[in-house]
T-cell receptor, first 112, second 112 residues
Framework: DVKVTQSSRYLVKRTGEKVFLECVQD?????MFWYRQDPGLGLRLIYF???????EKGDIPEGYSVSREKKERFSLILESASTNQTSMYLC???????????FGPGTRLLVL | RKEVEQDPGPFNVPEGATVAFNCTYS??????FFWYRQDCRKEPKLLMS???SGNEDGRFTAQLNRASQYISLLIRDSKLSDSATYLC?????????????FGTGTKLQVIP
């Protein structure tokens, strides 16, 4: 079974803090993705990566950055957290050339 | 117009009923289509891919209508355990790369 894990299930941060969300997959997948999910808006792609050290912007990259130094790990960074970044963050991975995505359990982030 | 649109529901159906959801997409160049299932406060999981000729997996049938640009999911003999949100997913081609776009989901509640 594919396993995608995320560093925290719940996180509370203050406005202006730097926030790191980590995602690890154990299936040697080339592709990794970060989404946020908000009521009424569905899943929105923040960034994705199709290889180590490669990254592409998704639909809503503003206020976020990513890092992929190792194939199995994809990190999402909020440089200066704001209240409008309160959301559920979902990481996913998938094989190169395929479009099936396997999701981690998500991190519920609350920015106060 | 949204790239991928779904009726949010909820669809409330009795056990044993047949229920169908549609999902429309705007980009005629879309190539791959999927249905994911998301239980409350859980991550999305792949339910099934949607093939051009239509496909069936047990009680679930998926159809693609390219002319009218929609996909459908039919669930027969609904079970209580089918209660979830069903996400339509479309691979939207954009120039040199492609990305997956999620609909906002249709909520199904199966009632005893």
């Amino acid at each position: 079974d594919v396993k995608v894990t995320q560093s925290s299930r719940y996180l509370v941060k203050r406005t202006g803090e730097k926030v790191f969300l980590e995602c690890v997959q154990d299936m040697d997948h080339e592709n990794m993705f970060w989404y946020r999910q908000d009521p009424g808006l569905g899943l929105r792609l923040i960034y994705f990566s199709y290889d180590v050290k490669m990254k592409e912007k998704g639909d809503i990259p503003e206020g976020y950055s990513v890092s992929r130094e190792k194939k199995e790990r994809f990190s999402l960074i909020l440089e200066s957290a704001s209240t409008n970044q309160t959301s559920m963050y979902l990481c996913a991975s998938g094989r190169g050339g395929e479009w099936t995505q396997y999701f981690g359990p998500g991190t519920r982030l609350l920015v106060l | 117009r949204k790239e991928v649109e779904q009726d949010p529901g909820p669809f409330n159906v009795p056990e044993g009923a047949t229920v169908a959801f549609n999902c429309t997409y705007s980009n005629s160049a879309s190539q791959s289509f999927f249905w994911y299932r998301q239980d409350c406060r859980k991550e999305p999981k792949l339910l099934m891919s949607v093939y051009s000729s239509g496909n069936e997996d047990g009680r679930f049938t998926a159809q693609l209508n390219r002319a009218s640009q929609y996909i459908s999911l039919l669930i027969r003999d609904s079970k209580l355990s089918d209660s979830a949100t069903y996400l339509c997913v479309v691979n939207v081609g954009r120039g040199g790369y492609q990305k997956v776009t999620f609909g906002t989901g249709t909520k199904l509640q199966v009632i005893p």
